[in-house]
């Protein structure tokens, strides 16, 4: 008889191994010092278990090392992009596939074209990238996620929807300011939380309607289809690819880092179907990354992206992911941490805001969150609050909606013992939270100033 067991286990045997380098809280301390208490200035071999981001930190399977074999650096017309294109338009069928570098290279295509001064880009929530491209610009990037998407504690199976009544509004005050929406899936900066198809037909419908472009922001397709798949009525037989290319035919395009769910160590693209767009962010293209068939890559990550593709729709793998990702969280809940529920699909946000009351927002008690976890156990994660989202375009700055540290989990990369042990750092330091204190920034560079700014910790 079929028997159904609770042991998460990974779809996979490992065939390499890289070693880890044991570190002293002493030499923690010091490693933070000098990174100026910016965890993205530690060196990486400083660093036990790496929750950073999910992105280019993936291992690759057996067959993309294959498919790297097959690479062809011709500078133009190389089988490899022609394979690459295939996949692509495989699962998102739009008429024009543009490759780049990485998602924000994308981005950066996509509103040199459509963005400018007076501008409005409304998305459900914009990451830092995509908002950072946007205002440098000159437009106005607009988070519309519904009321649920703001809260922590509430349980809501798609709390990255986009609100339809303000979208609604915003496009019939705004006519003729809004180029394009956008809709991030999952939505990363509210907690890796899905959106569900039916709110993607709705945004759909009503940009159609307004004469307004829907892309989608869509480096986590197959975890949000994987979502839909589980948490939505009438969508539990069906393929995962069938959903991810229903979801792609209610879009005009995408914008995607490939360094996320299609398991590439680098690489994206922009896709869309109207022609004189597409020439245009051609242009921009061959200006800014390379020919329109590598666009920044080489034949060999080509390769190894179309294979990952085929890869990132599997049931077994995306069971696996969701359900690891969940042992993390759940494992925080029961030890009394608070974290974004329901837990999301890349990653466990724990919700600084709840867990350290004492410190203000502009006093970064994510940034303080994530530094007493690397000095603790080595374990390094990124603050998305205050410090990320604080900084406006005209220089004030003000409290994000929500102040969180994400544990982002690369692909098929940790096991369970190195989470169990994340679980045991974090629940260490969440049992000593009272005693952690915030911080000011002392250097801070104009735009996207987390990755380099620098801090000092308050007396």
Not at 121 to 145: C, K, M, Q, W, Y
Not at 254 to 267: C, E, L, Q, V
Not at 314 to 323: F, M, T
Not at 404 to 431: C, F, K, M, N, W
Request: charged fraction near 20%; charge should be negative; glycine fraction near 8%.
């Amino acid at each position: 008889m079929d028997r159904t067991f609770t042991t998460i286990i990974e779809p996979f045997r490992i065939h390499s191994v890289e070693p880890l380098r044991m570190t002293t809280p002493a030499e923690r301390s010091a490693a933070i010092e000098e990174a100026g208490f910016n965890v993205f200035a530690l060196r990486s071999r400083d660093v036990l278990i790496d929750l950073l981001t999910d992105s280019g930190t993936g291992a690759m399977s057996r067959d993309q090392w294959a498919a790297i074999q097959h690479g062809d650096e011709s500078y133009a017309g190389s089988p490899s992009w022609f394979r690459f294109e295939a996949a692509v338009k495989d699962l998102f069928p739009f008429r024009h596939v543009i490759p780049t570098h990485q998602g924000r290279a994308a981005e950066k295509i996509l509103f040199s074209v459509l963005g400018g001064p007076g501008k409005v880009i409304p998305n459900n929530t914009h990451f830092d990238t995509t908002r950072a491209n946007v205002e440098a610009s000159g437009a106005t990037a607009l988070d519309l996620v519904i009321a649920e998407g703001h809260d922590a504690a509430v349980l809501h199976p798609f709390k990255g929807n986009m609100d339809l009544d303000r979208l609604e509004n915003l496009l019939g005050e705004h006519r003729g300011d809004v180029p394009v929406v956008m809709l991030t899936i999952t939505n990363n900066s509210g907690g890796g939380q899905p959106v569900s198809l039916a709110n993607i037909r709705a945004t759909s419908e009503i940009c159609h309607r307004h004469g307004v472009k829907l892309f989608l922001d869509a480096c986590r397709f197959a975890e949000n289809a994987w979502f839909i798949h589980e948490r939505e009525e009438g969508q539990e037989h069906r393929e995962i690819a069938d959903i991810v290319r229903e979801i792609a035919s209610l879009a005009d395009g995408m914008t995607m880092s490939a360094k996320k769910d299609p398991f590439g160590n680098i690489g994206g693209w922009l896709a869309l179907n109207d022609d004189a767009l597409a020439e245009d962010c051609r242009n921009v293209l061959i200006l800014t990354e390379g020919f329109p068939t590598y666009g920044g890559l080489a034949g060999r990550d080509l390769e190894a992206l179309a294979q990952g593709l085929s890869e990132a729709v599997q049931p077994d793998y995306l069971r696996y992911r969701i359900g690891s990702t969940a042992y993390l969280g759940n494992a925080l809940l029961a030890a009394g941490v608070p974290v974004v529920q329901p837990i999301g699909g890349h990653a466990v946000y724990l919700d600084a805001r709840a867990l350290l009351p004492h410190i203000e927002a502009l006093h970064y008690p994510g940034q303080a969150l994530a530094v007493a976890l690397y000095v603790t156990g080595g374990v390094r994660a990124t603050e998305i609050g205050s410090v990320m989202f604080g900084r406006q375009p005209d220089g004030t700055e003000v409290a994000a909606p929500m102040e969180l540290v994400r544990l982002a989990i690369p692909r098929r990369t940790y096991t369970q013992s190195h989470i169990d042990y994340v679980v045991e750092v974090v629940t260490a330091v969440a049992g000593e939270a009272d005693s952690l204190r915030g911080y000011r920034m002392i250097y801070e560079p104009k735009a996207l100033r987390h990755f380099t700014a620098r801090y000092q910790p308050l007396e």
